[in-house]
Structure formats: structure tokens, C-alpha cells
């Protein structure tokens, strides 16, 4: 399936964790487009069947947990007739240290509901992606299975 995976990053790991995640994809036999969220547009998902979002959590307007306002403006713009007919899922980097742990995943799933979209697959929450040694390994399963996923 062509798949979209759009990520926000502000230090780079949710950059490298996509990058993962699609490269796992494409050994399933899926084809991926990785941008960044500023060049993301809702008139760019049309050509493909799959679109994943990734953002880490951070502090935006005094409240932490959020995704990155990009993130949040470009889905703020998807209507439900851009997703109709395409598989949805979600990517969140974040740290368990902090008191609302991949907020933005609760965030996104929630504006995604509104216009009635349910993600495909379980949100990936990754803790601490640099520090933690086994979550390439994390983030390389959860792709496969959404390998599978997007191919049943
Ligand atoms: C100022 C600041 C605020 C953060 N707030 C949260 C948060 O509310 N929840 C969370 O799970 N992680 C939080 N994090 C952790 C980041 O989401 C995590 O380090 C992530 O991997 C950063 O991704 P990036 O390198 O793609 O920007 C915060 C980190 C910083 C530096």
C-alpha cells in the first residue's frame, strides 16, 4: 500500500523513528513517502491509501502533553472525506518522566475521533527513543504489525 507518514520533530528523534518505521514498511513490501509535517497538506493524501502521523509530546500554550502545534494545525485541516477509504495510525515519541506521558497520542487519537476515523493499529508510545537501547526494536515491531495490517 502507498503510505504517507507525516512527522514532527523539534530534536530529532521523532525524524529517526519514522524513518525506522517506514523502512520497516517498505520490507514488507509497502511503499512510504516520509515529510515533514510543514510540508504536509491535506491535498497531498489523495494519492495514497495509508496516511501515520508521528509527533513527540511537548509543552505548547502552558499545557504539556501536546503534540507539535504543526501536527496539530495539519489535522486540524483533514476532513473526514481526505480519510475516507485510507488506513490511519499514530506514532508518539515522549518520556514517562513527564506527568501527561505521550499526551499528544491522546490528543490526536481524540481529534481523529471527532471526524470518525479510529487508527488501524494500537498508537505507538515511545518512551525515552534515544536513551532506551530497545525501542528501535519497539518501534521496528509495532511497523511490521502495521505492515500487516495495511496489507489484510
Ligand atoms: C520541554 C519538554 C517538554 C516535554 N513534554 C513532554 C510531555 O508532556 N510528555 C511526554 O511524554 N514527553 C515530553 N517530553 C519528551 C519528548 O516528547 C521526547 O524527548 C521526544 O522524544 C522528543 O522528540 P523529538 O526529538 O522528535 O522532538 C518533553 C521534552 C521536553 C524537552
Known sequence: ?????????????TMTAAELAA?????AGHEVDVIGVEEASRE???SYGALIVASPSWE????????LPEVRKFLETVTSEDLKDKKVALMGLGDTSYP???????IME???KKISVTPIVTSLRVDRYY?????E????????????????
Request: neutral net charge.
Open 137 to 152: 526494536d519497539n518501534v521496528k515491531t509495532w511497523a511490521a504489525g502495521l505492515g500487516k495490517s495495511l496489507a489484510s
Open 1 to 13: 500500500m502507498k503510505c504517507l507518514l507525516v512527522y514532527g520533530t523539534l530534536s530529532g528523534s
Open 131 to 135: 536513551s532506551l537501547r530497545e525501542n
Open 110 to 112: 481524540e481529534m481523529l
Open 60 to 67: 505548547d500554550q502552558g499545557k504539556d502533553g501536546q503534540p
Open 100 to 106: 501527561h506521558y505521550c499526551g499528544a497520542i491522546d
Open 44 to 46: 497531498k493524501l489523495a
Open 23 to 27: 523502512a520497516e514498511l517498505r520490507t
